[in-house]
């Protein structure tokens, strides 16, 4: 019954923004930590951002820190993923993803084997 559908996902130009967004639902928002991943063709699925199930925390990967931003939206089931100044190597499948755990108020897992649900995935390119 869980259900992460993500949007937003297109091609951009080279120092671009998108902005995605992941619809929750059968599942109790507030109680869960929420996070992106992406994969590119041939590498390992990779963590991108999370965010605790407060909102009150946030974590980020190096290679997006300062470009992205992760929030979310309460009274929508949202998450979201804004993003700028793109660049080529962010080319990838784009996921979201929900917590195994509730953890506390600044719980921000950063891999893959502490989420539980996983969206569809959305397609974002970036050309040069």
């Known amino acids: 019954q869980v259900l992460l559908v993500e949007s937003g996902g297109g091609l951009v130009q080279a120092g671009g923004s998108l902005t995605l967004s992941c619809a929750v639902s059968?599942?109790?928002?507030?109680?869960?930590?929420m996070g992106w991943f992406r994969q590119a063709p041939g590498k390992e699925r990779e963590f991108v951002a999370a965010?605790?199930?407060?909102?009150?925390?946030?974590y980020y990967a190096d290679s997006v820190k300062g470009r992205f931003s992760i929030s979310r939206d309460f009274a929508k089931y949202t998450v979201h993923l804004q993003m700028i100044n793109l660049r080529p190597e962010d080319t990838a499948v784009y996921y979201c993803?929900?917590?195994?755990?509730?953890?506390?108020?600044?719980?921000?897992?950063?891999?893959?084997?502490?989420?539980?649900?996983w969206g569809q995935g959305t397609q974002v390119t970036v050309s040069s």
């Open positions: 059968g599942l109790t928002f507030s109680s869960t930590a």
């Open positions: 993803a929900a917590a195994l755990n509730s953890g506390n108020y600044y719980y921000t897992p950063r891999s893959q084997y502490e989420y539980k649900y």
């Open positions: 965010i605790s199930r407060s909102g009150s925390s946030s």
